[in-house]
C-alpha cells in the first residue's frame, strides 16, 4: 500500500471516529508552493456529509493523522485546505529502495493479462514516408513502449497498404517512363523512386485531363476517361486476376520499397515485432459477413449488397458487401483483426494507430465486432491524433510537395549542428562523434516535439523552434542529463560508504525526491489514456525541479560528505528517470554534450 492509499484509508478512519460518517473517496492535490506541506486533502467535498466549519474539519482530521500514521509528522489548514507534512524518513526510505533499481517505474510483466497488439505506420507502397507518418510511427510506437512499461505484453504490427490503385499508378508510370531504372542504377533509395513514378504518374494525368476537356469533355469525365487512369485500372484487375507479368512487376517495385521503409524505420529507430500485408489480408472477413447475415448482424438489401444497421447506437447503415460480392475496407478491417487473434491467442485488445479522419470507421469496425460476438472487441482502441502542418502550408503526396522523413531527419541534424556550434557546446568532439550526437539531438527534438502534445491536438511543427537548449525540449531535457552525467564523472572517486540514513532534507532534496516518486504512476495513467503527452511532461517537470535543485544546493561542493554522497545519488536517480522515460518516448540520452 502505498502512502496516498494509507492516508485516505485513515482520512475515512477520521470521518467515521470523529464525525461518525461514511467517507466514500478522499481528493488530494498537491500543496501549493507558498504553504507548509507535501500533500494536501480538500475538505469541502467533505461538507456534503461532515456539517461544520471545514477549518474545524481540517483540524480535527490533520490531528487524527498526525496520531495514527508514523509518516505524518504536522499538518496545517489553510480555508478549507488540509496541507500534510511527511517526515523525512518516509523519503528516505523510499530513495533507498530507487536508487539501485535501474527499471524503476516499470511494472513487471503480468503473465495473467492478455497482450495487445499496436499497429502503426501502415504505409501505402507508393511513396515514401512523410512527415505525417512520422507522427504516427512515432506516436504508435511510443504507446506500445509504454504499455510494455506498465506490465502489458505487447506485439508491434503494421499493415503494409501494397495493393490497389495506387501502387498500379506507380507501376505503369515506370513502366512507360523509367526505361529499367533501379535503386542501384539511380542511386535512390527504393522508396522514393517509386513515389517518383507516382509523382510522374499525377503530372502525365493532369496533362490528359486537359486534353480531353480542350476535346469537348466535361471535367468529371475528363478524370474518368483520361487513358493512363483507364488503363491503370486495367492494370489492377490483371493483378487481382494474377497475371504473371503484373505480379512480376509488383512484387519486384514492392520489394524496393520495403527496402527503403526498413531504412527509414532504422533512422527513426522504431521497429515492429510482426507484419501484414493488405494483398494478404484483403479477402479476409467475407465469411463472417456470412456468418452475421445467419445472426441477424447484417441484412441483405434488394441488390444484394450487404449492410449493418447501426442507427440505435447513433450511427448509420454501413455497406459491408458490395452487391456483385466485392468486399469493402470494412470487410478486410473485420478479418483482419479476427485473424490477428487467431494467430496471436494470447491478444485481448488492439490499439490502431490512424489519423483522426478515420474516427468515424473505427467507431463503425469496433461495433460491428462486438455485434459478431467477439468478447475482445471491448478492448478496441483508436489511438487518433491531429495531422502535422508545417508553416509552409499543407503536403501532398501525389504532387510531390510532402516533407520526406528521411530528409527531415537529415535537415534536423544539421540544424542541431548548427545550434550547437553557435553555441560552443561541443569542444574536443571528433567529427565522427559530432555527426553521431546531432543525429541524437535532432531525432530527440523531433520526437519530444511531437509527443509532448496531446496526440488528439493538430501540430504546427517549427524545426529550428523544437530544438532549443531552453524550455519545453528533448535537447534541453538531453541537456540536462549529459550534465548529470559530467556530474557523476566528477564524483568518481566519492566514498559511499557514508550513512545517509539520518539525513536531514534540504527543501529542493524533498521536492525532487516528491517528483521522482510520481513516475511509476505517471507510466501507468499514461498506458491507461495511450498518452506519452503525459511521459514528456512529466520529465521535463521533473527536469526543472532537477536544475532548480543544482542551482539551490552544492553538488559536489556539500558541507559535509553525507549531504555530497546522498546528492551525487540522488542526481543519479533523477538521470536514470530521465533515461527510462525518455527510452518510453523512443529517445536516447547522450552521456555527453
Not at 56 to 80: P, S
Not at 107 to 114: G, I, Q, R, T
Request: charged share 25%.
Amino acid at each position: 500500500m502505498n502512502l496516498q492509499e494509507t492516508l485516505s484509508n485513515t482520512v475515512k478512519q477520521a470521518v467515521k471516529s470523529v464525525f461518525n460518517a461514511e467517507l466514500e473517496s478522499v481528493e488530494f492535490q498537491a500543496t501549493r508552493k507558498e504553504f507548509a506541506g507535501d500533500i494536501t486533502v480538500v475538505v469541502f467535498p467533505m461538507l456534503r456529509i461532515v456539517k461544520g466549519n471545514p477549518v474545524q474539519i481540517g483540524e480535527q482530521i490533520g490531528q487524527y493523522l498526525v496520531e495514527n500514521v508514523k509518516e505524518v509528522k504536522a499538518f496545517n489548514v489553510v480555508k478549507g485546505f488540509l496541507n500534510i507534512e511527511i517526515s523525512d524518513a518516509y523519503y528516505m526510505a523510499f530513495f533507498n529502495e530507487i536508487k539501485e533499481n535501474m527499471s524503476y517505474g516499470f511494472a513487471e510483466p503480468n503473465s495473467k493479462d492478455k497482450a495487445v497488439m499496436v499497429e502503426y505506420s501502415s504505409p501505402n507502397t507508393n511513396k515514401p514516408l512523410h512527415l505525417g507518418h512520422i507522427r504516427n510511427v512515432i506516436l504508435g510506437y511510443s504507446v506500445a513502449e509504454i504499455l510494455k512499461a506498465s506490465g502489458k505484453k505487447v506485439y508491434k504490427t503494421q499493415i503494409i497498404n501494397d495493393r490497389g490503385i495506387h501502387i498500379c499508378k506507380s507501376m505503369l508510370a515506370w513502366k512507360r517512363f523509367g526505361n529499367g531504372e533501379t535503386p542501384e542504377s539511380s542511386g535512390l533509395k527504393g522508396d522514393k523512386l517509386v513515389g517518383n513514378y507516382y509523382v510522374k504518374f499525377d503530372q502525365e494525368y493532369k496533362k490528359e485531363i486537359k486534353t480531353l476537356i480542350s476535346e469537348g469533355q466535361t471535367e468529371e469525365d475528363a478524370k474518368k476517361n483520361a487513358p493512363i487512369l483507364l488503363e491503370a485500372q486495367d492494370m489492377l484487375r490483371k493483378w487481382e486476376s494474377g497475371d504473371e507479368d503484373v505480379v512480376a512487376l509488383w512484387t519486384t517495385m514492392n520489394g524496393w520499397v520495403y527496402e527503403g521503409f526498413d531504412i527509414t524505420y532504422k533512422n527513426i529507430g522504431v521497429d515492429f515485432d510482426t507484419l501484414y500485408y493488405e494483398s494478404q489480408t484483403y479477402l479476409l472477413g467475407k465469411e463472417f459477413i456470412a456468418e452475421g447475415l445467419k445472426t441477424d448482424v447484417f441484412f441483405k438489401k434488394e441488390d444484394g449488397s450487404v449492410w449493418c444497421d447501426l442507427t440505435e447506437e447513433g450511427l448509420d447503415e454501413k455497406i459491408v458487401l458490395r452487391s456483385d460480392g466485392t468486399a469493402v475496407y470494412m470487410t478486410q478491417d473485420i478479418g483482419t483483426a479476427i485473424q490477428r487473434v487467431k494467430d496471436f491467442p494470447d491478444i485481448g485488445g488492439m490499439v490502431y494507430t490512424v489519423g483522426n479522419e478515420q474516427e468515424y470507421h473505427f467507431q463503425v469496425l469496433f461495433l460491428i465486432i462486438k455485434k459478431l460476438g467477439f468478447d475482445w472487441a471491448e478492448n478496441l482502441y483508436h489511438l487518433s491524433y491531429g495531422m502535422v502542418d508545417l508553416p509552409s502550408g499543407k503536403m501532398k503526396s501525389r504532387e510531390g510537395t510532402v516533407v520526406d522523413a528521411d530528409d527531415l531527419v537529415i535537415e534536423m541534424a544539421q540544424t542541431a549542428g548548427e545550434i550547437s556550434e553557435e553555441l560552443g557546446k561541443l569542444d574536443g568532439y571528433s567529427e565522427e562523434e559530432k555527426k553521431a550526437l546531432y543525429k541524437t539531438i535532432g531525432l530527440g527534438a523531433l520526437k519530444y516535439f511531437i509527443l509532448k502534445v496531446d496526440p488528439r491536438k493538430r501540430i504546427l511543427f517549427d524545426p529550428k523552434e523544437s530544438i532549443d537548449f531552453q524550455g519545453n525540449t528533448g535537447p534541453f531535457i538531453q541537456y540536462t542529463y549529459a550534465r548529470i552525467q559530467s556530474i557523476l564523472r566528477k564524483a568518481e572517486s566519492t566514498n559511499y560508504a557514508v550513512d545517509i540514513s539520518e539525513l536531514e532534507l534540504h527543501t529542493k532534496e524533498k521536492e525532487l525526491l516528491k517528483q521522482l516518486e510520481l513516475f511509476p504512476e505517471v507510466v501507468q495513467n499514461a498506458a491507461d489514456h495511450y498518452s506519452p503527452a503525459l511521459i514528456a511532461n512529466y520529465t521535463y517537470d521533473l527536469v526543472k525541479e532537477f536544475n532548480s535543485f543544482y542551482q539551490n544546493v552544492s553538488i559536489l561542493g556539500a558541507d559535509t560528505d553525507t549531504e555530497k554522497v546522498f546528492r551525487v545519488q540522488l542526481s543519479k536517480a533523477v538521470a536514470n528517470v530521465i533515461k527510462n522515460a525518455f527510452g518510453l518516448l523512443g529517445i536516447d540520452v547522450p552521456e555527453r554534450m
